[in-house]
């Protein structure tokens, strides 16, 4: 939906979208979604001479091409000077390749979050704002020191303010007090809260929210401010996993899990909402999954921002099949295989449209309020639910 703009609400400059490799197909749809906010806004009704505002497409060709070594730069071929750019790039798409000394190597974080840096170089000097959409925040996970370790995602965002950048948009930050590396920086984290509801309300037969039928469970300690919100806007009752871990041994650089526990009213009959920033390699979750059914849970639906599946898709399919799951759903705001796409228990929630609207708001220097908070929008969901 277009916001309804005061004829002096004017963008603060002529909007561009660059997108990396690896978001490409992300960005043209919302690069679409943003064609049909602008010709339908009262802004482009009013005829006023504003430079680009009404375009056929406002993504640019920007590239970044390697030599043999590895080695990359950044191109841009359209005009920036004067634009508010916004820069897309997914850390996570490692389906990207390129060649070093003859040999194919799959794209990392590091290698993405470089050509980032190259394509703000590229812009910086010409375009008046520059903006980094990064759905999934590089380093995210990194983000606090329990000993001699590295600070990666407070350098990083250090790092992408020394080169100029305004503002930082990204999804379900794991821990949004990064933010305060950057404390007089742009830093915005949204939540996919809405598109998982209407997700589940739309692929869920016979699913209903209440009391007596369903439930919001955390995975673990991290994850229960996420969870009490779910729980809060749909009066459900909440329980937790805690991870009781193995503190005198390490295993790939952490302390092993020993054991989830619950603490928590009964889940007996009831359908479960499982609320969690990620899918990593899974066991985590599918460990949850398979307590809360062990436990006389109904069905459980996970609900995940980011699903990486590091460790592959097959476990997820013993679960499904042996009934501990009954969906999972994850945002596209990352890349999914194609064969997770065609899993029966996989579920989409689209993102394209909250970011059209997100970047519409920013453009135009309105107050971003509204979007950040869906708890309207929930309850119209809600209310149409109990109706049906």
Sequence with gaps: MPIDLLPDTLPAGPLKIAALEGCKEFAGVVDKYLVEMRRGSRLSRLNLPIKGYCED???????????????????????????????????????????????ENHMSPDNHFEDLKRIISAANGKARRITVVMPFLYGGRQHRRTKR???????????????????????????????????????????????????????VPNLRLSKNTAMVVSPDEGAMERSVYFANILGLELGMFYKRRDYTRIVNGKNPIVAHEFIGASVKGKDILVIDDMISSGGSMLDVARQIKEMGANRVFVCTTFGLFTDGLEAFDEYYEKGYLSKVVTTNLNYRPPELLQREWYEEADMTEYLA???DHMNHDVSISGIQSPTAKINQLLQQLNQS
């Design 149 to 203: 370790e590295s600070l990666d995602c407070a350098v990083f965002l250090e790092e992408l303010e020394a080169m100029g950048v305004s503002g930082i948009v990204t999804f379900d930050a794991h821990d949004p007090r990064v933010q305060n590396a950057i404390p007089l920086s742009g830093f915005d984290s949204f939540m996919p809260t809405y598109q998982f509801l209407k997700a589940l309300v739309q692929s």
């Design 57 to 103: 497409s406002y993504l640019i060709d920007c590239r970044c091409p390697r030599f043999g070594t590895g080695e990359g730069r950044g191109i841009i071929h359209d005009s920036v000077r004067g634009t508010d750019l916004y820069i897309i790039v997914d850390v996570l798409n490692s389906s990207i390749t390129y060649t070093v000394f003859g040999e």
């Design 357 to 359: 609207t997100i970047i």
